[in-house]
């Protein structure tokens, strides 16, 4: 029986999709702003070649309407899919791609010199019993801690900081406040924020000193919204299939259709990880990795260089997988928005991403432009001998361009 795995490159974006102008984020382009920099500096061009033999480069050429790029023909299916979900967000990407299109968009904190509604402060406070918080503003995560880690730990309030992204998110000492007692406390920020429609509550643990500074630790967790329908994953767990959930995967559709959940922090040990599911999987099995550095660590940072160097990292690895693959396996990867690092502020970008899958058995062609980013969850569906989704067009057949 088939198996698929989708490989998240999470902001992996391939230029502005038609609607971005309304996001503020017309001409943003994450791989092609990369491949301008790279190209333009002493380190060398961006060399993708296991990517681009999936199609990637023709993929983005597609996107923009360019001319084919000078290379080999790809070998496997390439394309690019534009998101129909109202925003730019990681859970209504994902979810659009396993099936489930958000047409109204979550809520959101306003810039200023203060951004949550104070009604909401106080019952968080009240209800977790806390001296107070610190932050309360628009902030980047590092930024924020090495600014207020130190009056947090004399304290005792956590911060509290969000974005443009429907985020409330806490940062919190690891030993001074303690990890379960952040946990405990975003399970509390989760339920007030649903008044408010926020996408995810973000535990954000961090160590260090004052003197020697501060560090986030890979113990983050989200606290997501549910998707509002059933996905690709709850179809699957219907028909008795397994659904291996590796890295972010599961918090982003807030365990729901999720059978394993298998956490790593770090591009290498997520793609470990996924080789020893691929290993172990059984047959049916849905495999789902979300690579979450690229945004959060390069994308979000505008780390241009960094961005560069983990999509080389990761284009490496490529060979191992395809080596785990069984013959009938399928291998889609994609994105769920862009965080180009190259764009003015440091949050994500409305692009459309790209669509490249292999198998054994599928020969290689341009599936054309994506509708929307549910036709992955829907080729997953028909790969799997599973039921159609509601939304999507699969482009496993010939007819789909």
Request: with cysteine; net charge negative.
């Amino acid at each position: 029986m088939p198996r698929a795995i989708w490989l998240v490159l999470d902001s992996f974006g391939l230029g502005a999709a038609p609607d971005a102008a309304a996001f503020g984020d017309a001409g943003a382009d994450t791989y092609g702003h990369i491949v301008t920099a790279c190209a333009a500096a002493k380190r060398g061009p961006l060399r993708l070649p296991n990517l681009d033999r999936l199609g990637l480069a023709h993929a983005h050429a597609l996107a923009h309407g360019l001319p084919t790029p000078e290379q080999a023909p790809p070998q496997g299916l390439w394309g690019y899919a534009v998101e129909q979900s109202a925003g730019k967000d990681t859970p209504s990407g994902h979810w659009e791609s396993m099936g489930v299109i958000c047409h109204e968009p979550f809520g959101f904190f306003p810039p200023g010199d203060t951004s949550f509604p104070p009604e909401l402060l106080d019952a968080l406070i009240h209800e977790a019993k806390l001296p107070g918080v610190l932050g309360d503003c628009h902030a980047s995560g590092t930024e924020i801690i090495a600014r207020l880690g130190a009056e947090h730990m004399a304290s005792g309030k956590p911060i509290v900081y969000t974005s443009a992204d429907s985020v409330f998110q806490i940062a919190a000492h690891e030993e001074s406040f303690g990890l379960e007692r952040l946990y405990a406390l975003c399970k509390i920020a989760r339920r007030l924020c649903d008044r408010w429609n926020i996408g995810r509550v973000i535990a954000r643990p961090f160590i260090g000193t004052p003197d020697t500074g501060f560090k986030r630790t890979g113990n983050r967790h989200d606290y997501s919204l549910p998707p509002p329908a059933p996905t690709l994953f709850d179809l699957a767990r219907e028909h008795r299939r397994e659904v291996i959930a590796i890295g972010k995967i599961a918090d982003i559709f807030a365990h729901q259709g999720i059978s394993h959940t298998r956490l790593a922090t770090g591009h290498d040990a997520l793609f470990d990880a996924t080789l020893e599911a691929v290993a172990n999987a059984p047959d049916g099995a849905v495999i789902a990795t979300n690579f979450v550095d690229f945004d959060s660590v390069y994308g979000h940072r505008r780390d241009v260089f960094g961005y560069a160097a983990a999509l080389e990292a990761f284009d490496a690895r490529l060979p191992e997988l395809y080596r785990a693959m069984r013959v009938d396996d399928m291998l889609i990867l994609s994105a769920d928005h862009g965080c180009d690092p190259t764009w003015p502020g440091s949050d994500h970008t409305r692009e459309a991403i790209p669509v490249l899958a292999f198998a054994h058995t599928l020969p290689a062609r341009a599936i054309g432009p994506c509708n929307t980013f549910a036709d992955i969850g829907q080729s997953m569906a028909q790969h799997l001998g599973l039921p159609a989704l509601s939304v999507g067009t699969a482009f496993l057949d010939e007819t789909h361009a």
